[in-house]
């Protein structure tokens, strides 16, 4: 009878039935206690739902049982993480490891408690140890370097105290780790590396060159932090001076210097739309410092209530801090602000509105193709209501947040009038689940797609990124890394990350996808040159596929615009080459010519 009760808590567990799968372990453990597998799953089942505690002690009575079960160890590490209970954690990674050493992620794990202890010089053993196993596990690179960062020993020492020498036998590996730790912005770790690989290789060139371009790199970013910081010296008052230094910290991987320089850009001009800047928050959230903005901004609300910016950026701290119901009351706040100030301005009269149930149109991308200049100029469009931001990236990055979340940022229209609403989110263009999950949510949205010369949007991505301090490397460097992730890994999925210059170009990939849901009626695709080259005559094109009446802007000036120096013929070149295929095989897949050189 309690082996039944166990095979339902399987059976439940595989099914996803979780609440249920409980019950069925506590079951059969309360008909045999001594079985130790019950407990093991009982604990599996309570990690997936969270429940450290009651996790922790499951697992604690496995091991009890059955002392040489390493997976029973190395989860109950990963629930005593999650409590932060670190002392116990090490314990338990350790007493896996002595069962089981070839699992990286022990050491990793392992590697984080330590951390936390700031035991650093045992955190790089487990790192490195981690790294030998696996040198493609996720992050690894970023902590290692992190921990060797903290420590005042001199690093040739913390290996020989890790009895992890650096010899003629293993220097392939060493080598390899000080590529990777330059490549994830670990450039001072991998100084050290290379000078410890030069006193055992002395007259290896490559590891001479390879240091000689490290170090170039670094004095550059020693420059540009520097400049960065002479600016806000220069300008106290000015919230860009230190965004852009908090910018550039964040690259450099100073976490703590740079949330500091962003929340001074907050505190100066709170009213302005941060909610934009992504890597802000990215570092407010690792710092645990979204309980400071939320604060800051309802100061700031309570000052001001008719502001409209600050409840947008208090919507955004919310929505981090996993407080959706919140946020959503902001954005709706603020979005019946921006829809009332709009019709009071047309007519004095009483208005009454609903909620969007649906977008009735969506700009879907491409990246630097001109979606905020086309948007920008439909936006003006008298029957066209827009939501609180151009970009909420829900169906490519944020989709966990829920449709309630979405819809939250749409305007309420007016009953009984021809308005139509609609967002432009160029991320969801290349991502792979955006169209499935659009297309089952709003079926009959009608979608636009902007293409440009995959060679020219390359180069503009780059130098907007380098621009907002986004983009450390040069040109060639990013592409070159590029070219080489994804051949490692051809169906390499674009994420949030900068970069994917090359990636986002290869429009036929995404063009395919986005029809095998949407019906080719639904899809208007653009020419990014033409709308360069005469915005009015596309803007038509455009109002004629929402049926919407034709309207004329007094100019079309370009919403977004790029400077930059040319590049270099033969990287233009490459570029071209690169793109040929793809660009050939759009052109007989949509039965049209684009001309791209």
Not at 43 to 60: F, H, I, N, T
Not at 120 to 141: F, H, N, R, S, T
Not at 167 to 195: C, H, M, W
Not at 309 to 326: D, F, M
Request: net charge negative; with cysteine.
């Amino acid at each position: 009878m309690d082996n039944d009760y166990h095979n339902l808590g399987n059976s439940l567990q595989e099914s996803g039935k979780f609440n249920e799968a409980v019950a069925a372990y506590k079951q059969a453990v309360e008909l045999n206690p001594n079985f130790s597998w019950s407990h093991h799953g009982l604990g599996d089942v309570l990690l997936k739902l969270e429940q450290w505690e009651e996790a922790v002690c499951a697992y604690r009575k496995t091991v009890e049982l059955n002392p040489d079960f390493s997976w029973s160890y190395h989860n109950l590490g990963d629930a005593l993480l999650k409590l932060e209970r670190w002392e116990d954690a090490v314990t338990a990674y350790r007493c896996e490891i002595a069962l089981n050493s070839d699992f990286a992620w022990s050491f990793c794990n392992l590697g984080d408690a330590l951390t936390q202890l700031k035991y650093w010089d045992e955190a790089i053993a487990a790192y490195l140890k981690a790294v030998q196993i696996d040198g493609d596990l996720p992050g690894i690179y970023d902590k290692l370097g992190y921990a060797l960062r903290q420590t005042e020993s001199d690093l040739k020492s913390v290996l020989q105290k890790c009895q992890l020498q650096v010899t003629r036998e293993n220097q392939v590996f060493y080598l390899d780790l000080a590529r990777n730790l330059g490549k994830y912005d670990r450039p001072n770790s991998a100084i050290i590396l290379y000078n410890i690989l030069l006193t055992i290789v002395p007259d290896s060139a490559v590891v001479s060159a390879e240091l000689e371009q490290l170090l170039k790199q670094q004095k550059k970013c020693v420059s540009t932090l520097a400049s960065a910081r002479a600016t806000v010296a220069q300008k106290p008052d000015d919230c860009w001076s230190y965004y852009n230094l908090g910018a550039v910290l964040s690259h450099q991987k100073y976490g703590e210097e740079a949330q500091a320089a962003f929340l001074q850009a907050i505190a100066i001009n709170p009213d302005i739309p941060w909610w934009f800047y992504y890597n802000l928050w990215e570092v407010l959230v690792k710092q645990n410092k979204l309980d400071e903005v939320e604060n800051l901004y309802r100061g700031v609300i309570a000052a001001k209530p008719e502001a409209f910016w600050p409840y947008l950026n208090l919507g955004e701290a919310l929505t981090r801090q996993g407080k959706i119901t919140n946020a959503i009351d902001c954005y709706r706040t603020v979005s019946f602000k921006q829809t009332f100030a709009y019709l009071v301005a047309k007519k004095p009269e009483h208005w009454n509105l609903k909620s969007v149930k649906a977008p009735n149109f969506i700009i879907i991308g491409s990246q630097r193709c001109g979606t905020t200049s086309l948007y920008t100029y439909l936006a003006q469009h008298p029957q066209i209501l827009t939501p609180i931001k151009k970009e909420m990236d829900f169906f490519s990055w944020h989709f966990d947040r829920g449709i309630d979340w979405y819809l939250a940022h749409f305007p309420p229209m007016p009953v009984g009038e021809q308005f139509l609403t609609g967002e432009a989110s160029p991320s969801y263009f290349d991502c792979r689940e955006a169209p499935e999950r659009l297309y089952s949510a709003f079926p009959e949205v009608k979608l636009v797609v902007l293409l440009r010369n995959p060679v020219d949007r390359a180069i503009s991505q780059f130098y907007r990124l380098t621009e907002l301090n986004w983009e450390v490397r040069s040109f060639d460097r990013a592409i070159s890394d590029e070219i080489e992730r994804l051949n490692q890994n051809p169906a390499y999925i674009i994420g949030e990350e900068p970069g994917n210059y090359l990636a986002r170009g290869r429009y036929i990939e995404f063009i395919k996808n986005w029809l095998a849901f949407f019906p080719r009626e639904q899809l208007l695709v653009l020419k990014s040159e033409d709308l360069y080259a005469g915005a009015a005559a596309t803007v038509s094109q455009v109002l004629e596929f929402l049926d919407l009446p034709e309207y004329q802007l007094p100019e079309y000036q370009n919403a977004n615009p790029g400077s930059y120096q040319p590049i270099n013929e033969s990287v233009r070149d490459c570029l071209s080459d690169y793109f040929k295929p793809y660009n050939q095989e759009l052109e007989e897949y949509l039965g049209r010519k684009f001309d791209w050189e």
